[in-house]
């Protein structure tokens, strides 16, 4: 069974950090691609970032984080993370890890955890 557990969110005020991980277990995770989605309140969920199998290619396109976000991976770990800069309220949301065989087609999905940011 796969399983994908996020953790690292919180409260954190306008112009903070924090760092979300994401543990896989139960694939093959260095033959998947791996990203990060987030759900805002009362949105749909968006892409955030996404990077390759071997953590060499990340990809922001038509990302709203693209500079303040790094996505990145620790295969041996089976981790991927997304260290989160200068976070701003409109960032708050539910983030979700997905990982899949087919970049930016999501197989499998974590259950989130929530990123709140205050003004």
């Known amino acids: 069974q796969v399983q994908l557990v996020e953790s690292g969110g919180g409260l954190v005020q306008a112009g903070g950090s924090l760092r979300l991980s994401c543990t896989a277990s139960?694939?093959?995770?260095?033959?998947?691609?791996a990203g990060w989605y987030r759900r805002p309140p009362g949105q749909e969920r968006e892409f955030v970032a996404a990077i390759s199998r071997d953590g060499t290619i990340t990809d922001y396109t038509h990302s709203p984080v693209l500079g303040r976000f790094i996505i990145s991976r620790d295969n041996s770990r089976v981790v991927v993370y997304l260290q989160m800069n200068n976070l701003q309220p409109e960032d708050t949301a539910v983030y979700f890890c997905?990982?899949?065989?087919?970049?930016?087609?999501?197989?499998?999905w974590g259950e989130g955890t929530l990123v709140t940011v205050s003004s």
């Open positions: 139960g694939l093959t995770f260095d033959n998947n691609y």
């Open positions: 997905a990982a899949g065989k087919h970049y930016r087609v999501p197989d499998y």
